[in-house]
């Protein structure tokens, strides 16, 4: 089990452009995988994208089943994302709080489109495509963001819906980040 230092923003690593994954079945991308699930469990996230960890690749992971930090969430399938293609299905948009592991304790009102379609390859290569929406379709939007150097922070169009998540959700627990 190796749980990685999840960057947070600040670090000039969250914001490049990350690079495709050219091989796919290797030791190395077992070993990345592995590094990302097991961080992903220890900081309760819903999702990771590889430049948190400060590996720059096209790789995405995410899934909620039981999580404590989304407790009213949809359960989204356990993923392993590589080289994604986002593409959205209608031009509705949806607004819901967003939250992320390199932006600790804070969330924020984020737009995001309400259904897409998303396409990329699993750990081994095979193709991996899903029409998906709602909670779903925002966390592949949010995890894919950080492939382009993106946080949600600069996507928020009004910073009053911007605090702290205790401060925000005072009736909630909430977890450690
Ligand atoms: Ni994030």
């Known amino acids: 089990m190796a749980v990685r230092e999840v960057l947070k923003m600040g670090d000039p690593l969250l914001l490049q452009v990350a690079e495709p994954v050219a091989e796919f079945g290797t030791p190395q991308l077992d070993a990345l995988l592995k590094d990302m699930f097991d961080t992903m469990d220890d900081y309760d996230g819903a999702g990771l994208a590889a430049p948190q960890i400060g590996v720059s690749k096209r790789v995405v992971i995410f899934g909620v089943e039981a999580n404590p930090r ?72 949010h995890e894919c963001d950080h492939l382009d150097g993106i946080l949600y922070p600069s996507r928020i169009k009004d910073m009053r819906y911007f605090g702290f998540e205790d401060v925000l959700f005072p009736e909630l627990s909430v977890p450690k980040e």
């Not at 590589?82 to 819901?96: L, Q, T, V, Y």
């Not at 984020?110 to 379609?117: M, P």
């Open 70 to 141: 989304y407790p009213d969430a949809e359960h989204v399938p356990m993923t392993v994302l590589i080289n994604p293609e986002i593409s959205a299905n209608s031009p509705e948009m949806e607004s819901g709080w967003e939250g992320c592991l390199s932006v600790p304790g804070m969330r924020g009102m984020v737009d995001r489109y309400s259904h897409i379609s998303y396409r990329g390859f699993d750990a081994v290569g095979n193709p991996v495509e899903r029409e998906v929406q709602g909670f779903h379709a925002r966390v592949v939007q």
